[in-house]
């Protein structure tokens, strides 16, 4: 009997799984195996909230597992280290690993190149709907702009999506660590593992996202990228899935997934990005821990941030609108690093992806891909546009929860303040006073 082992990572899924097909079919049996790396949480990325939801994502792809007669193999340690040392336990013929663009990714296919030679396979596009080097410009090793490569990124071919496999066998011997099992920073974090997206993606009304997408109280974005993060989900089925679909709305949802690819891309051609501006501007940030811990509590006074704010530690998510103006809020009006506000979201967010989080919060603080870094999405303004009977509030701030309509963007104007809800922080009259002060633009 030959074995191969297949090193999970943020591909926890059976359906559509690169990693997984390609142990199968190298070998009799396979080895899934996860590790819990401690250097994730020594680098400061083991959010309970992620943790939690990781642990239901383990139990759901063990049992499902189970049902095609294998099962997960759990180890704790270095990934190259205990890789290594199942490898020997089993002698596997070969070993297989999604790509990764962040430097741990980086560090660990290096780790187990020196480890395995030619028996490590690195499958790509299996993260993403593209590989990160499949879609570049001539004579450049990525792109620094979302249109452009939207345009090539459609042009170029894509794999053809894995059925799921039917029967899977697992040798008897290796031992394996009980999942983990920690609880959540946000009591309304979802439910984790392949089983819950696949179901979430199946009621969810894909045809209406181009309408809903930016509303804030109809609430109509999929909540699927926590399970892309974790890999419940394949981005290339998913872009399969929906163009097959077709529509308005299906077609909004793929240049979302698109936006997934190009900040992967960047991350890839650009590791640095992660914490240090892409497009530096010069900033002398300010720094006040007053108003950063008031805009991380929800109570900036300004109801459109408080209310994502609150959602973010509520749920350990946040509607993509919100994390746009709450984003825009520190760096732009409060003017402060987008590194603070980066941290405090991959503190709590269950979908906290490196490349996302940190690039999209680069684009809004205008040293990242954006090609207008000096724009300002003031929160008023906003408010009355994405949430413009005030649901969105009203359900996040209970203070507010008496004020009629698009009144509640505005409590400073009450002929009362609300009990217990603060005075806004900055003038609401001018929120983008410190930056164009900072940047020279008055």
Known sequence: MTVSVALLSQDLRLHDNPVLHAAHAAADEVVPLFVLDPDIAAA?????????????CLADLDASLRRIGGRLVLRRGRAAEETARL???VDAVSVHVAAGVSAFAHRRESELRKEFGDRLHVHDASLTAAAPGAVTPAGKDHYAVFTPYFRAWQQTARRVPHAAPRALRT??????????????????????????????????????YADLHDDLAADGTSHLSPYLHFGCLSAAELVHLASGRGGEGAEAFVRQ????????????????????????KGDRWRHDEAETEAWRQ??????????????????????????LLTACFLTKTLYQD????????????????????QLNWQWVAGTGTDTRPNRVLNPTV??????????????????????????VHRPWKLPEPPAGYPAPIVDPQDTSARLRHARGLD
Not at 187 to 205: I, S, T, V
Not at 341 to 355: C, I, K, M, P, T
Not at 389 to 406: F, M
């Open 44 to 56: 400061g990325f083991a959010a309970a909230n992620r943790q939690a939801f990781l642990g239901d």
């Open 171 to 208: 040798p008897d011997g290796p031992r394996s660590e009980p999942i983990p099992r920690v609880r959540p920073d946000s009591p309304g974090l979802p439910e984790g593992g392949e089983g819950a997206a696949r179901r979430l993606w199946r009621d969810w009304d894909v045809d209406g």
């Open 87 to 89: 490898a020997r336990e």
């Open 257 to 280: 997934l698109v936006w997934r690819d190009f900040h992967h891309q960047v991350l890839a051609a650009r590791p640095s990005a992660a914490w240090q501006n892409y497009r530096g």
């Open 382 to 407: 906003q408010a009355d546009r994405f949430d413009p009977d005030g649901t969105y509030v009203r359900r996040w701030v209970p203070e507010l929860a008496d004020v009629p309509g698009r009144a």
């Open 298 to 323: 929800g109570r900036t006074g300004f109801p459109i941030v408080d209310a994502g704010m609150r959602q973010l530690a509520h749920e350990g998510w946040m509607h993509n609108r919100a994390r």
């Open 338 to 357: 987008w590194r603070i506000g980066a941290r405090h979201f991959l503190s709590l967010l269950v979908d906290g992806d490196l490349a996302n989080n």
